[in-house]
């Protein structure tokens, strides 16, 4: 008798577990790539940069992350914009990045770009307005800035701004820096107006710009400022003429420009506004733009007795208590000027002699070689 023989049932795939394994097996093999990927991108936003030696790099203003980092790559700053572009969305830092010059350090990575962007400071520039300076020389040097951008609206008022140093970026606008100059100002003027000396025969800040903007033209000595200022002072107390000479040359060149001479006998005695000759107290308006410190030199004057000043001859002041005193400094400056002319024009006669002598040693060595 033979045994029956047993046949073995083979079990069908299943088709969910093979759709299973197989999207498993993608997620897995999706994982290992995206990780490397991902490795592969970080490893690259912290490696060191391409460039060698430090370089100046321009974010436009209103520019986007897309924008930047292709610039970037454009200028050989970084390898990959991709991987700039997505660093810095994954650090949300995307909307942080500000207008402005940077400096880049050589083999800067991807990461210290990005951390130069949007935590450093953009490379300031600035500009020097000297004391003294009118409104209209303000306007013609921010013109003359050219890392500056735009129009001037018009030219402040005279004494409105502060003569400093001030710092901004490249394509900053020259009517942000005239703010700038009148809020530094407006600042100044306030704490040295809180903190005068009482009696002052100046009833507002207005008028202390005014003789500010006077001892800021007659001295261009710190140290003078406070005497020069008690001068004014007392003659305004004592109903005396101010008898400054700046304020008639402002009267005539209205503060654009120099006059580039002296005073006329007619023009000393044309009644003006701010013709301190023949007006009493103080002129109309500031002649410039005083500094911090005239403003405070009227604010706080030398207590002195002197009611006169002339120059001295060696870029000070001579300062005097009567007239008659004031007569001898006034005789002394004179004689100073006259020597100094005098030298000038015999040094002048000198050069004029040493020329014709070249000249004519030339001619007789050319006649000699013929």
């Known amino acids: 008798m033979f045994g029956k023989r047993k046949n073995k049932i083979r079990k069908k795939p299943n088709k969910f577990v093979q759709v299973a394994n197989a999207f498993m097996s993608l997620i897995i093999l999706g994982l290992v790539i995206g990780g490397g990927l991902i490795y592969y991108g970080i490893s690259q936003f912290n490696a060191d ?24 790559q454009d200028e050989g700053v970084i390898t990959n914009s991709f991987i700039f572009r997505f660093g810095t969305v994954a650090l949300d830092k995307d909307t942080e990045i500000k207008a402005g010059e940077y400096r880049i350090a050589a083999n800067s990575s991807m990461r210290d770009i990005l951390t130069e962007l949007t935590e450093g400071r953009a490379i300031q520039y600035n500009v020097t307005i000297p004391e003294g300076f009118t ?30 140093t001030y710092n901004f970026e490249r394509g900053a606008t020259r009517q942000s820096v005239l703010e700038q100059m009148k809020v530094a100002h407006d600042e100044a003027l306030a704490e040295i107006w809180e903190n005068r000396v009482e009696g002052l025969p100046i009833e507002t800040p207005e008028e202390l710009v005014i003789l500010a903007s006077i001892v800021e033209k007659e001295t261009g000595l710190a140290e003078e400022r406070p005497e020069v200022a008690g001068v004014f002072i007392n003659r305004l107390n004592k109903g ?49 733009n005083p500094g911090i410190e005239s ?76």
């Open 135 to 164: 409104s209209w020389q303000i306007v013609e040097r921010l013109k003359a800035a050219e890392l500056l951008t735009g129009e001037i609206d018009e030219i402040p008022a005279e004494g409105d701004l502060l003569p400093n």
């Open 49 to 72: 940069g391409p460039v060698d030696s430090e370089i100046i790099f321009a974010v436009p203003q209103g520019a986007g992350v897309s924008t930047i980092a292709r610039k970037l």
């Open 295 to 370: 403003m405070k030199a009227v604010a706080n004057p030398a207590e002195t007795d002197a009611l006169y000043f002339v120059a001295d001859g060696s870029g000070g002041h001579a300062f005097a208590n009567t007239y008659k005193e004031h007569q001898a400094n006034v005789a002394a400056w004179r004689k100073i000027e006259k020597e100094r002319i005098a030298a000038e024009e015999a040094a002048a006669q000198a050069e004029k002699e040493a020329l014709e002598q070249e000249e004519a040693e030339k001619l007789d060595e050319d006649s000699s070689n013929q």
């Open 240 to 288: 005396m003429r101010l008898q400054s000479d700046p304020t008639i040359i402002y009267g005539i060149t209205k503060g654009e420009g120099v006059l580039g001479r002296g005073l006329k006998r007619s023009e000393i005695d044309a009644k003006t506004e701010y013709n301190t000759y023949q007006i009493d107290g103080l002129p109309v308006g500031p002649i410039a």
